[in-house]
DNA sequence: AATTGACCCAACCGCCAGTTG
DNA sequence: GCAACTGGCGGTTGGGTCAAT
């Protein structure tokens, strides 16, 4: 019974068996590709021996014996990364794991679906479209839904600054449909888990300001602590000023791949991601998402199926 | 102690794109 | 140009585990 149950297609009369691998299996697949490499996956299970698909043999090598994995609980930064690729690039988790070292696709998958998926929907976020599933937000306070709409206009604005950056070096590429307006996840995120409130990222005022210059990594800067009226801060100056009321020191750095503001002092000020500087245009802005872009793995068939 | 339900994750399936003959 | 083959990817499934009742 419990043969017929992982028995699987046939080939070349050889019944092909299906299921969880044994440790036997793991073994074979294991010396053989230590000796051989993998070669041709559809004639590898013949050569090792195994009654598998080459495709199970190629699952199983790619997701789990492969001896540069990494396995265990994703740490919070990882997460972070995962959450800020998945706003860029949606379910593409193949191009997520090449910015993740050590985790596989399907690992970032499957965490993605069962834990940030549901934290995101418990902080009122669509897992989608990391937008507000409705009014009713994690934050019960109205200044905090005033500056959730503050992030998605910078987010919105982030986003079409990145397309037009991309389609320079795409020209051919016909022009992209507005891009959805998008939070900044991360910035959230780190609210949630760090207990903090939703006070970060935006310029005041209920206008869109210009965004702030780029700065380069490790750069010690200066964000001027702005309030709308709601409660909203935001980045305002890579500043040469002293650092007075208002003024957060901090510094930039790239340690998740992505440029990243970092108060000096751990506060409840500016905390998160930089995003929004990036939506700058001009040649630093540009080359800095050039190469990020390579970063994340972006094949020219995710660009165009990101703007076709 | 037994049952139930939620959670986790390995593995499979189907689709698609690239390559080859 | 076309069909067959191959590899890669994302969605889904189902079995194991564990905590709650």
Redesign the pocket.
Known sequence: MENE?YE?RRCNNVVL?????SPLEDQKLLSYIHLHGH?????LPSKAGLK?C???C???W???LRPDIK?G?FNLQEEDTIIQLHALVG?????IAAHLPKRT???I???W???LK?KMIKMGLDPVTHMPINHRLGCAQPKDFANLCHMAQWESARLEAEARLVRRQFTALPPPPPPPPCFDVLNAWECETTGGTLNCFFAGGSSLQSPAPFPAFGEELAVEDVDDGGGAKGIMDISEELYGDGVTPGVVDDSLGFPRFTPADDGNAVVGGWWGSVAREDDVAADYWGSSLDDVAFSN?DLRKLFC
């Open positions: 149950r699987g068996k299906k299921g969880p691998w070669g041709s996956w559809a004639s598998r080459g495709k199970s190629r699952l199983r790619t997701n789990y396995r609980k379910n593409r988790w193949s191009a696709g399907n690992e998958k499957n965490h679906n069962t834990n549901k068939r």
